[in-house]
C-alpha cells in the first residue's frame, strides 16, 4: 500500500462513549446528529434511571436514530476486575483501565443514606505523606467516562433509581486522586450525577475533597455549586508542610480565604475541613486548640455558628507506613475539646474493614510515571519490620472507604 493511498483510507472515528458526555454535550452531539433535545434527554434516562447499554433495547427511539447511534456511540462503563461485598453492606469495586492501571470504588451504606467514593485520578501527584495511594505515584487524570462509569456501576448494582428508588444518595470525590487537578474533567462528571436526567443528586449530596489548590477552589465557586470538603490536618503551616506539601504553596491563611470566599457565594453554606489524626503529630491538645481557633476565627468572618465543620479521621494505617492511629481515649478528647469551643466536630466511623475500604487503604494500581512507586518501595525494602517510613520523606496518597458519621 503507498503512503498516497494510506491517506486516502478515511478511518471510522473512533465511537463517543455517552458516559463522558454531560447534558449539554449529549444535546450537541445529538444536535450533530441532525436529532432534537429530547431525544439526547431520552437516551440519558435509558443510560442513567434504567441502566441500559445497549441502543437496540432503547424501543422508543425509533429504529432509524437506534442505528445512527449504533454507528457512532458506544455506552461503555470501566471494566470490573473485582466486585467485593463486605459484611457490614460496604461494596468495593476494582475496576481496570488502560495499560494495567486500575483504581478504586467504594459503596458505603449508612443509616438511610448511601454514599459512594469516587476516584478521580489514576493515583495522585500530592505526595501528601500519610497517604497510601501516594506510595502508587501518579499516572494520569480519569476521563468524564471514567469517572462516571464508576458512578454507573454502583447505580446498576444497586438498582438505583433517581427519585423513586434512592439506594445511592450522596457521592463524594474522596477517592484516589486531587480531584481538582482533573478540573475539567471532574465538574462535566459532577454534571451528570447532579442531573436530574443523570443520578439526580442534591448539589449538596455531592462533596468534593481537596488537599487545597486555591485558585481551583476559586475556578469551582464560579462553574458548581457542590459540597466542598478541605483536607486541613494540622493547624500550622509548618506542621501541615510537612503532611501535605501543597501547603508550602498554598499555606493556611490563603486556604482559608478561599474557603471564605466559596463559602460566601451562598447563603447557609457550610465547609467540612477534614483531620486524619496520628499519634504523636497532630492529635495533641494544643493542635485541637490551634484548629478550634482557626474554626472559630472562620465562623466569626462568616457570622456564622457552623459555617465550619471539623471530620476527624482516625489514621488509617497501610503497608510500609510509619504513622498510627491514636487510642480511640485520645480521639474522644480531641473532639471534646473542639466541641468545648463551639466548634462542630464529627468522628469518621471506619467501614469496610473487612475488605480495606476505609480511608487510605484504597490500593488500585497505579503504572507510576515519577518513580514515586519504586522509591517507596525501596526504602520499605529497606526497613525491615518496625522502622518508620513516615519521616523519611515518603509520599503517599490516599484513597477513602468511609463516609462522615457523626460521633
Ligand atoms: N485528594 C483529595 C481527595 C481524596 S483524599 C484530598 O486529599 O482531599 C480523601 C481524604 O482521606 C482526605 O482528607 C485525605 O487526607 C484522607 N486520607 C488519606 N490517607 C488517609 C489515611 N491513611 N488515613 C485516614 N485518612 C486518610
Ligand atoms: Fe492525593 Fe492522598 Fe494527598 Fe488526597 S490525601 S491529595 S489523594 S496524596
Keep these: 500500500m503507498t503512503a498516497h493511498s494510506a491517506i486516502a483510507i478515511d478511518p471510522t472515528p473512533a465511537p463517543v462513549n455517552l458516559l463522558g458526555l454531560d447534558r449539554a454535550g449529549m444535546v450537541a452531539l445529538f444536535a450533530s446528529l441532525g436529532e432534537p433535545r429530547y431525544r439526547a434527554e431520552q437516551v440519558m434516562k435509558w443510560i442513567y434511571h434504567r441502566h441500559e447499554t445497549d441502543f437496540a433495547a432503547m424501543t422508543d427511539l425509533g429504529k432509524a436514530l437506534r442505528a445512527k447511534l449504533e454507528a457512532a456511540c458506544v455506552v461503555t462503563p470501566p471494566k470490573i476486575l473485582f466486585d467485593k461485598p463486605s459484611a ?175 463559602a460566601q457565594r451562598k447563603p447557609r453554606t457550610s465547609i467540612t475541613f477534614e483531620y486524619t489524626l496520628m499519634k504523636g503529630i497532630n492529635d495533641q491538645p494544643e493542635h485541637a486548640r490551634g484548629l478550634a481557633k482557626l474554626m472559630r476565627g472562620f465562623n466569626a468572618k462568616l457570622q456564622r455558628e457552623n459555617a465550619a465543620k471539623v471530620n476527624l479521621i482516625p489514621f488509617n494505617p497501610f503497608p510500609g507506613t510509619g504513622y498510627t492511629r491514636p487510642p480511640e481515649e485520645d480521639i474522644r478528647q480531641f473532639q471534646t475539646l473542639l466541641m468545648h469551643s463551639q466548634v462542630l466536630t464529627t468522628v469518621r466511623r471506619t467501614r469496610g474493614d473487612d475488605i480495606d475500604a476505609a480511608c487510605g487503604q484504597l490500593k488500585g494500581r497505579v503504572l507510576d510515571r515519577g518513580g514515586r512507586q519504586a522509591r517507596f518501595n525501596r526504602t520499605l525494602a529497606a526497613h525491615t519490620a518496625g522502622n518508620t517510613l513516615a519521616g523519611a520523606g515518603q509520599p503517599s496518597e490516599h484513597q477513602p472507604g468511609d463516609v462522615d458519621a457523626a460521633a
Design 88 to 262: 457490614d453492606g460496604t461494596h468495593k469495586w476494582l475496576l481496570g483501565m488502560d495499560g494495567g492501571n486500575a483504581i478504586e470504588t467504594v459503596f458505603i451504606p449508612d443509616k438511610g443514606r448511601g454514599t459512594l467514593c469516587v476516584s478521580s485520578q489514576v493515583g495522585c501527584a500530592m505526595a501528601c505523606t500519610f497517604c497510601s495511594t501516594g506510595t502508587q505515584g501518579f499516572n494520569r487524570n480519569l476521563t468524564v467516562a471514567e469517572i462516571v462509569g464508576q458512578v454507573w456501576i454502583a447505580a446498576k448494582h444497586l438498582g438505583n433509581i433517581p427519585h423513586r428508588q434512592r439506594k445511592l444518595t450522596n457521592v463524594v470525590m474522596m477517592g484516589m486522586g486531587e480531584p481538582l487537578m482533573n478540573f475539567d474533567n471532574v465538574v462535566p462528571a459532577m454534571s451528570v450525577m447532579r442531573d436530574d436526567l443523570g443520578f439526580g443528586l442534591a448539589n449538596k449530596r455531592v462533596t468534593l475533597s481537596t488537599s487545597g489548590l486555591v485558585p481551583m477552589i476559586d475556578k469551582l465557586g464560579e462553574v458548581a455549586d457542590v459540597s466542598l470538603a478541605i483536607s486541613l490536618h494540622a493547624p500550622t503551616d509548618a506542621l501541615r508542610s510537612s503532611l501535605v506539601p501543597l501547603n508550602k504553596k498554598y499555606p493556611i491563611e490563603q486556604l482559608l480565604a478561599s474557603c471564605l470566599r466559596y
